[in-house]
């Protein structure tokens, strides 16, 4: 075995296949994390564990290695409340937002416990704090006390005291479950604690014995301060966009009667690292710097970015703030109440900016007065008005004009995702000609009230698909531009002798939408995690749920997909999260430069699929042994084949240098790579 390794790896270097490609394989799952506020310190002997945002990291102080945690890697949910470390029963002990539990090892060994989280209860089992008491935690909850056993993973009793316990500790053999500043239930802890009977109200006259112990906390901040994890600063991700080889990222959110006040988040993953972007800007501005959720980077110069949000627009060069446009240095408009009253820096609404290909930026600036629609010209800094009363609604300009993007005929669109009037927006900037759509009727003559218009996306074909509250419609090509149009909604037949058929999700709230490579569809909903529907509309790749998959959240803000490598990028609620898609862009020319296959070579160890990119549309791609014979052969799907690395029976392959012949779709001639396979 050993001589046979050799051998092809010295087959690899002779080839020309020596680089080693490292990508995450299909089907795989990647969290991005932040660890930036810190929140619990546990210290657990030579480790220290550290609740940072609401997730976790371990951090050994012999070695000084850290390891992160996420629902990727080991743990069973997301955003993290509480933590507390067991000396006995050597355990970390993890209670989610959601009461599910976790206990972890430094060994990084995870062991879930789902009893409270998945039990069906009208209580509050939202749990407040945890105390430890040798080999128990004491978990006090909305409706009680949890005590549960470490060291065995799992709940020993649960006390129902009807009461909201905020925090609860054991003293000269007694528990105390704290009610609130003024009152606690007492008990001893030999007495049956499942009767209520055994627990009396005392007055509460010393609250400090109550106070968290922070010794670990105070001990280890300092050391813990210095360290340095590449990931974000917030697990807020709202609108994204991916070009230049870069995700650009906004985390914060606005429309009529939603005002997070997020702060201004501007996060950029380049190359695998983040940059954050500059955040102390409301000391520069002396305005509020928050709910920014638009972003678009220039054509010409991937490091000169503009951002908008609630309170104004916003140019950046190299992640650093060059100019803020407001009300008083530009003709940009704050909000008008609808009782006429004028807004100030903190409502100027920018919730839609994009770059055309010449590097012009659109500006949508909402809910002002006589004042909408802007551009600033290519290399220049003076804001000029396109106003439109078209965008307008009751005299006022319409509340939460967003999603703007150019599609491939280098038309304008929008929607306005708002309940007082739904629409979408066609607009050709060079002509200022601007169509609106607020009747939404089928093919069947069905109308729809609708109450929101989230998003739109353009597919491989020309066609313009809308993301609604009652589901997705699609506007076909040949009548892309026309004033007077038919909403489609796709048929998908039932298949049950029937020849019936039902409106593609019909009734689910679409979020966000992107098309991939292979022209399939990804639906983000609000509620309902991801839909991926095929090339041909009609079947359900994929529905990907928290509960199913390692999605972060089911309710999804955004989604962007890397077309080089497939990576299918999901902004959730609860932070991001990644897919690694099967489907790439199909590129025009096939290379040796641009087809190449990874992982390669292909180790013992490795089981998964095999990927080749840097392929035409449909092309044909056949896998042979160095002599010759086909063990594999099929079309691409977008940019991309895989192979799991069996040959047409089922076997897996031997070890050797196999190679891949492609040809396009017309049977024109392709390239050839190669793949070195050890086993």
Same mark, same amino acid.
């Given at each position: ?42 210290a ?20 000084e ?10 743990l %069973? /949910?997301?955003? +993290? ?8 029963? #050597?355990? &970390?002990?993890? !209670?989610y937002?959601? =009461?599910?539990?976790?206990?972890v ?5 995870v062991t ?9 209860m ?5 749990v ?21 056993n ?14 909201k ?19 606690y ?9 499942l009767?209520k009977?055994?627990?009396k109200?005392?007055?509460? %006259? /010393?609250?400090? +014995? ?8 105070? #001990?280890? &901040?300092?050391? !813990?301060?210095?360290? =340095? ?5 917030h ?19 606005y ?32 305005y ?17 970015v ?9 140019e950046?060069?190299s992640?650093?703030l060059?100019?803020?446009y ?23 609404l ?20 006589d004042a909408?629609?802007f551009?600033?010209p290519?290399n220049?800094?003076?804001?000029e ?7 307008n609604?009751?005299?006022l ?14 038309l ?10 739904p629409?979408l ?5 060079e ?18 009230t ?9 597919d ?13 419609f ?9 004033e007077n149009?038919?909403?489609?909604q ?25 098309i ?17 529907i ?10 990907f ?17 890397n ?8 902004a959730t609620?609860y ?8 489907a790439?862009?199909?590129?025009e020319n ?24 840097g ?7 056949k896998?042979?042994t ?14 991309s084949?895989?192979?799991?690395g069996?040959?047409?029976d ?24 190669k793949?070195?396979?050890i086993?």
């Amino acid at each position: 075995m050993r001589k046979t390794i050799i051998i092809i790896l010295l087959c690899i270097i002779q080839l020309g296949i020596c680089t080693t490609i490292n990508a995450a394989g299909i089907g795989t799952w990647n969290a991005y994390m932040a660890y930036h506020d810190v929140q619990q310190i546990a210290a657990a002997g030579d480790d220290i564990f550290v609740l940072a945002s609401d997730n976790l990291y371990q951090y050994n102080k012999n070695d000084e290695s850290i390891t992160t945690y996420d629902k990727v890697r080991g743990l %069973s /949910d997301t955003k +993290i409340k509480k933590i507390a470390w067991s000396k006995t029963a #050597k355990r &970390l002990i993890v !209670v989610y937002e959601n =009461s599910n539990i976790d206990l972890v090892e430094t060994n990084g060994e995870v062991t879930n416990i789902s009893d409270l989280f998945t039990k069906s209860m009208t209580e509050d089992k939202t749990v407040n704090n945890i105390t430890i008491y040798g080999k128990y935690a004491y978990l006090a909850t909305g409706f009680g006390v949890v005590k549960v056993n470490i060291t065995d993973a799992e709940i020993s009793e649960s006390y129902i005291l009807n009461e909201k316990i905020e925090k609860v500790i054991i003293k000269d053999n007694s528990i105390l479950a704290k009610k609130n500043f003024w009152f606690y239930l007492k008990a001893s802890i030999t007495d049956n604690l499942l009767d209520k009977k055994n627990w009396k109200e005392e007055y509460n %006259s /010393d609250d400090s +014995i109550f106070n968290e112990d922070l010794t670990d906390y105070n #001990k280890y &901040l300092p050391i !813990v301060s210095k360290l =340095s994890i590449d990931s974000p600063k917030h697990n807020l991700f709202y609108e994204m966009s991916f070009k230049n080889n870069t995700l650009y990222t906004t985390g914060g959110i606005y429309g009529t009667n939603v005002q997070k006040n997020n702060p201004g988040c501007i996060q950029v993953l380049k190359n695998d690292n983040w940059i954050i972007y500059e955040d102390n800007i409301d000391t520069i501005t002396g305005y509020a710097y928050q709910d920014i959720n638009c972003i678009d980077a220039d054509p010409n110069d991937p490091e000169h970015v503009f951002a908008g949000g609630r309170t104004g627009l916003y140019e950046f060069k190299s992640g650093k703030l060059i100019k803020y446009y407001n009300k008083d240095n530009s003709i940009l408009r704050p909000a008008t109440t609808f009782g006429g009253s004028l807004l100030g820096n903190d409502y100027l609404l920018i919730n839609g900016i994009k770059y055309d290909k010449e590097g012009n930026l659109w500006i949508m600036n909402s809910g002002c007065k006589d004042a909408n629609f802007f551009v600033i010209p290519k290399n220049s800094q003076t804001v000029e008005s396109r106003y439109n009363t078209i965008f307008n609604n009751d005299g006022l300009g319409l509340s939460t004009m967003r999603n703007m993007n150019f599609d491939s005929r280098n038309l304008l669109w929008m929607v306005n995702d708002n309940w007082r009037l739904p629409a979408l927006f066609c607009i050709q900037t060079e002509q200022d000609k601007v169509i609106r759509y607020t009747n939404f009727q089928n093919q069947d003559g069905t109308s729809y009230t609708l109450t929101a218009v989230h998003c739109w996306s353009e597919d491989k074909e020309g066609n313009i698909w809308i993301g609604t509250n009652v589901g997705p419609f699609v506007i076909y090509s040949n009548d892309v531009g026309k004033e007077n149009i038919v909403f489609n909604q796709i048929k998908v037949p039932r298949n049950d002798g029937t020849n019936l058929a039902d409106y593609l999700l019909s009734g689910v709230d679409i979020r966000c939408m992107a098309i991939d490579g292979a022209n399939r569809k990804w639906f983000g909903t609000d509620g309902n995690g991801v839909y991926v529907i095929s090339s041909d509309n009609i079947e359900q790749i994929y529905h990907f749920t928290a509960e199913n998959s390692d999605l972060l959240s089911n309710n999804i803000n955004s989604i962007a997909i890397n077309d080089k490598t497939g990576e299918v990028f999901i902004a959730t609620n609860y932070g991001l999260c990644s897919y690694m898609n099967d489907a790439t862009i199909a590129v025009e020319n096939m290379d040796k430069d641009n087809v190449y296959a990874y992982p390669n070579p292909v180790r013992p160890e490795y089981n998964g699929n095999i990927t080749i990119v840097g392929l035409t549309y449909n092309a044909d791609v056949k896998i042979t042994t160095a002599t010759g014979y086909l063990v594999a052969e099929g079309r691409s799907n977008g940019g991309s084949f895989t192979w799991d690395g069996c040959d047409k029976d089922g076997n897996r392959v031997a070890s050797g240098i196999y190679n891949v012949i492609t040809a396009t779709s017309t049977g024109e001639k392709g390239t050839v790579c190669k793949i070195a396979i050890i086993r």
